[in-house]
């Protein structure tokens, strides 16, 4: 069962941030398929190969290749679209990197949503805006219970904390300009690890499995005995659509909300590993963790109760499935069939299930 109804995205004007990354294609193609009138506002594909040109969606949308800093250059995309919703996903999201590039990661991460918000602001027809951060958000004690949404924020790492003060950002911005009851209702959510065919960053740890398994080669694991709480690509981004929905229909449901797997989808990197190995075959893991590596937190949960209670929402694909569903994929990749179609059918699959 869909948590949120396709139909309602039909003729809808929605502006998406972040359009060309992994999440964001999942994202467009479900809008695309149900009818809403879509411009995305991204950096160009980053990755070689890129989900975006495999999903064959450049064409069903309006996409502006703009930076997310740059608010005369986004202020003029917004305007354009004239969005009713809006969901921002633009981001550098990589922990790794933000130790290489603390200042271009808190420009982008922080900078950007002042910037989206500054264009909803200025706006007179924008009903509903998502912001979509991360389960890092939050002040990490290393402990075994997940994080609730009024727990500290205050990550640890830049990407962590750019994400945290992102929240912040919505916070003040909500308390100082969309309090009255005909302003656009402001929710942000903060998702787990998200895990799905068609992801090719680096420094994650799906996208070193296949491509390792490309080569033929060992997977390398860095840290196999970090938990963090995995979840296909389909979960977070469906949710997000139930959030922009439900608070667009009625904005008592706009909140802070976490978008977490179950308890037992908890696992650890190594398992995680383990698991692609098994539904793959030939292939194994190697651990060989590095002395020099900057910290990462060790234990993450998330406590999705609020999700759960106000929209009787539930995770829908359990690790294994997820599993089988990426090494599905891949392999349809690998073998030079259609991606389009397989994105299609594991999304239909996802949202009739
Ligand atoms: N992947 C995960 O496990 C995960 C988990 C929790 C939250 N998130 C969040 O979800 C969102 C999407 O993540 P993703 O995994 O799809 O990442 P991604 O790297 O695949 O996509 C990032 C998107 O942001 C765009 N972007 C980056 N810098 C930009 C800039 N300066 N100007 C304009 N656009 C810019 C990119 O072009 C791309 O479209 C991010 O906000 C990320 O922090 C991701």
């Given at each position: 069962m869909?948590?949120f109804d396709?139909?309602?995205?039909?003729?809808?004007?929605v502006?998406?941030?972040?359009?060309?990354g992994?999440?964001g294609t999942?994202?467009s193609?479900i809008l695309i398929g149900?009818?809403a009138?879509?411009?995305?506002y991204?950096?160009?594909?980053?990755?070689?190969?890129?989900l975006?040109?495999?999903a064959d969606i450049e064409?069903?949308?309006t996409?502006?290749?703009g930076?997310?800093?740059d608010?005369s250059?986004l202020k003029?995309?917004?305007?354009?679209?004239?969005?009713?919703?809006?969901?921002?996903m633009?981001?550098?999201?990589i922990v790794?990197?933000?130790?290489k590039?603390?200042?271009y990661?808190?420009?982008?991460?922080?900078?950007?949503?002042?910037n989206i918000l500054?264009?909803?602001?200025?706006?007179?027809?924008v009903k509903?805006?998502?912001n979509v951060?991360?389960?890092k958000?939050?002040?990490?004690?290393e402990?075994?219970w997940?994080?609730?949404?009024d727990?500290p924020?205050?990550?640890?790492?830049p990407?962590?904390?750019?994400?945290?003060c992102?929240?912040?950002?919505?916070h003040?911005?909500?308390?100082s300009?969309?309090s009255s009851e005909d302003a656009?209702?402001?929710?942000t959510?903060?998702a787990?690890n998200?895990?799905g065919?068609?992801?090719f960053a680096?420094?994650?740890?799906?996208p070193d499995?296949?491509r390792a398994a490309?080569?033929?080669?060992?997977?390398?694991?860095r840290?196999?005995?970090s938990?963090r709480p995995?979840?296909h690509v389909?979960?977070p981004?469906?949710?997000y659509?139930m959030?922009?929905?439900r608070?667009?229909?009625?904005?008592?449901?706009?909140?802070?909300?976490?978008?977490?797997?179950?308890d037992?989808d908890?696992?650890t990197?190594?398992?995680?590993?383990?698991?692609?190995?098994?539904?793959?075959?030939?292939?194994?893991?190697?651990?060989?963790s590095?002395?020099n590596?900057?910290?990462?937190?060790?234990f993450?949960k998330l406590?999705s109760?609020?999700?759960?209670?106000?929209f009787?929402w539930?995770?829908?694909?359990?690790?294994?499935t997820?599993?089988?569903?990426?090494?599905?994929?891949n392999k349809?990749?690998?073998s030079g069939?259609?991606v389009?179609?397989?994105m299609?059918r594991q999304?239909?699959?996802?949202?009739?299930r």
């Amino acid at each position: 069962m869909a948590f949120f109804d396709p139909e309602f995205y039909r003729g809808k004007k929605v502006f998406l941030t972040g359009h060309t990354g992994f999440k964001g294609t999942w994202m467009s193609r479900i809008l695309i398929g149900a009818g809403a009138v879509l411009t995305g506002y991204s950096l160009a594909p980053a990755t070689d190969p890129d989900l975006f040109s495999m999903a064959d969606i450049e064409d069903k949308m309006t996409s502006v290749i703009g930076d997310i800093r740059d608010l005369s250059s986004l202020k003029a995309a917004f305007d354009k679209a004239d969005p009713e919703i809006v969901i921002h996903m633009a981001a550098q999201p990589i922990v790794r990197d933000s130790y290489k590039d603390p200042v271009y990661t808190y420009d982008t991460n922080v900078m950007g949503t002042v910037n989206i918000l500054e264009c909803v602001r200025l706006s007179k027809n924008v009903k509903s805006f998502l912001n979509v951060t991360t389960d890092k958000v939050y002040k990490n004690n290393e402990w075994e219970w997940g994080y609730r949404e009024d727990e500290p924020l205050d990550g640890f790492d830049p990407y962590s904390n750019s994400k945290s003060c992102s929240e912040l950002v919505t916070h003040s911005y909500k308390a100082s300009f969309f309090s009255s009851e005909d302003a656009p209702a402001i929710s942000t959510a903060r998702a787990g690890n998200v895990i799905g065919g068609g992801d090719f960053a680096n420094d994650r740890i799906i996208p070193d499995c296949v491509r390792a398994a490309r080569k033929g080669e060992d997977i390398i694991v860095r840290n196999p005995y970090s938990t963090r709480p995995y979840q296909h690509v389909l979960e977070p981004v469906c949710a997000y659509l139930m959030i922009a929905q439900r608070q667009y229909e009625d904005r008592k449901y706009a909140s802070w909300y976490n978008v977490g797997p179950d308890d037992c989808d908890n696992v650890t990197t190594g398992d995680l590993v383990d698991m692609f190995c098994g539904k793959w075959g030939g292939i194994k893991r190697v651990d060989r963790s590095d002395p020099n590596a900057p910290h990462e937190a060790s234990f993450l949960k998330l406590d999705s109760s609020r999700l759960k209670k106000t929209f009787g929402w539930a995770p829908t694909w359990h690790i294994d499935t997820t599993m089988s569903k990426i090494v599905e994929w891949n392999k349809v990749w690998f073998s030079g069939g259609s991606v389009p179609e397989i994105m299609d059918r594991q999304i239909k699959e996802f949202i009739t299930r």
